[in-house]
């Protein structure tokens, strides 16, 4: 599986840091489990309506 990135969004994100981490982790992993002939993920970041948005895609 390929990971695409778009990093549009500045800033930080009040989150625990080992938090985020495992958050991330379990969408990648259930990514990977959804997708078993390959293919690609996009992660983006964004911003719109005054919040910050992580933006996954399967594609």
Do not use: K, Y
Not at 3 to 21: K, S
């Amino acid at each position: 599986m390929a990971i695409v990135r778009g990093d549009h969004a500045a800033g930080r994100v009040r989150m625990n840091r080992t938090d985020l981490q495992q958050v991330l982790i379990n969408l990648f992993a259930d990514a990977i489990h959804a997708t078993p002939h390959g293919g690609t993920l996009s992660i983006s970041s964004a911003v719109g309506a005054g919040a910050r948005f992580i933006i996954l895609s399967p594609a």
